[in-house]
T-cell receptor, first 114, second 115 residues
């Protein structure tokens, strides 16, 4: 158990809908990362937050947004969902959000868009 | 060409064999190299972490980085059925002043250890 929690575990929704994925980092970690894992693209970095502020952006679509709250939990919002958004979404956390640190991954949220 | 290339496998070996997993990369800025293990329907967990070139050993696992060839390897000795999983290489660049841009992952190699 990494100490990172994610809810829900599974999510089934329809095209065009909007969903929110939630992540709680390990105790003491200030930085949260979001990743998407699909069969064809593998695991891809979406976005990073550090202590409430956006720090880095990867391959995140404009339909997707995220935020980190004062209690350090983070939410990833996915809107206007398409079939291709079906994937595993992972959250990871680290203490200071630097390259030298280990990122600890949560168990993921499996999203299925029908 | 993708930044990180990794053979997806599956790689099937008998129990007790030495396993060799590899990744190649194209971005010479990568300085930090990691191997993650991912069991089915679970999140990735860190196995090995290496900075720059060289070898690192931890129990049955050895990680090697050759920056001149842009090639990294993970060796597993005395492989066990419990080692059956997907192994993902990951890497990141150093920007000196701190900050991170997330990790760049290979697609993962599916490893099967036959009892």
């Amino acid at each position: 158990d990494s100490g990172v929690t994610q809810t829900p575990k599974h999510l089934i929704t329809a095209t065009g809908q909007r969903v929110t994925l939630r992540c709680s980092p390990r105790s003491g970690d200030l930085s949260v990362y979001w990743y998407q894992q699909s069969l064809d693209q593998g695991l891809q970095f979406l976005i990073q937050y550090y202590n409430g502020e956006e720090r880095a952006k990867g391959n995140i679509l404009e339909r997707f947004s995220a935020q980190q709250f004062p209690d350090l939990h983070s939410e990833l919002n996915l809107s206007s969902l398409e079939l291709g958004d079906s994937a595993l979404y992972f959250c990871a956390s680290s203490e200071l959000g630097t390259n030298q640190e280990t990122q600890y991954f949560g168990p993921g949220t499996r999203l299925l868009v029908l | 060409q993708k930044e990180v290339e990794q053979d997806p496998g599956p790689l099937s070996v008998p129990e007790g064999a030495i396993v060799s997993l590899n990744c190649t990369y194209s971005n010479s800025a990568f300085q930090y190299f990691m191997w993650y293990r991912q069991y089915s329907r679970k999140g990735p967990e860190l196995l090995m972490y290496t900075y720059s070139s060289g070898n690192k050993e931890d129990g049955r696992f050895t990680a090697q980085v050759d920056k001149s060839s842009k090639y990294i390897s993970l060796f597993i000795r005395d492989s066990q059925p419990s080692d059956s999983a997907t192994y993902l290489c990951a890497m990141s660049a150093s920007f000196g002043g701190g900050g991170a841009d997330g990790l760049t992952f290979g697609k993962g190699t599916h490893l099967i250890i036959q009892p």
